[in-house]
T-cell receptor
């Protein structure tokens, strides 16, 4: 099956610093990448959708300036949490998909990044 | 309205027994796909099974099968011969032909009891 690599898997940072999370599709061209945030024992909350070569589309309530998303190529998308604060501590997970219109194509997920801001 | 509804926050099943996890969906798009994912405590999302809206037969993948009732808009996951390693969160999801988003349910936490 398709492989999506996400790293780091865990990161601990100090309040006020920025953290970059990378998401790579290893064996297919990811036209679209989704970034999710997940709180303990809850479902995935879509943060933003990024399409290769264009600006990300953020969900309502997600701060664009805090969560910077770059999707510069068909195999790489990055999420940068800028000036992180303890309330940004969470599990972040990326996923990749092929082109729209293929409703039979599953999302392929990275293994997630557990961010802890002290 | 919720696109995907999972009404069972938590389920318990005895090892080696079968268990059904419920999922109902809401869409007006005639073309859509339904997916089930497993999320163990380690956090990764594992794709289990897929059912297409035009598929005539219920999908099966090993011990996983999908009880697809299109008229009722339900896509329940059946796990047969439960194993301890099946203990995890299970998410039902849908993707429509129109649009590019996946819709996830709130998940069901399954615990397999030895």
């Amino acid at each position: 099956g398709a492989v999506v690599s996400q790293h780091p898997s865990r990161v601990i940072c100090k309040s006020g610093t920025s953290v970059k999370i990378e998401c790579r599709s290893l064996d297919f061209q990811a036209t679209t990448m989704f970034w999710y945030r997940q709180f303990p024992k809850q479902s995935l909350m879509l943060m933003a959708t990024s399409n290769e070569g264009s600006k990300a589309t953020y969900e309502q309530g997600v701060e664009k300036d805090k969560f910077l998303i770059n999707h510069a190529s068909l195999t790489l998308s990055t999420l940068t949490v800028t000036s992180a604060h303890p309330e940004d501590s969470s599990f972040y997970i990326c996923s990749a998909s092929g082109p729209p219109g293929r409703f039979n194509s599953p999302l392929h997920f990275g293994n997630g990044t557990r961010l802890t801001v002290t | 309205a919720q696109k995907i509804t999972q009404t069972q926050p938590g389920m318990f099943v005895q090892e080696k027994e079968a268990v059904t996890l419920d999922c109902t969906y809401d869409t007006s798009d005639p073309s859509y796909g339904l997916f089930w994912y497993k999320q163990p405590s380690s956090g990764e999302m594992i794709f289990l099974i897929y059912q297409g809206s035009y598929d005539q037969q219920n999908a099966t993948e090993g011990r996983y099968s999908l009880n697809f009732q299109k008229a009722r808009k339900s896509a329940n996951l059946v796990i047969s011969a439960s194993q301890l390693g099946d203990s995890a969160m299970y998410f039902c999801a849908m993707r429509e032909l129109t649009g590019n988003q996946f819709y996830f349910g709130t998940g069901t936490s399954l615990t397999v009891i030895p």
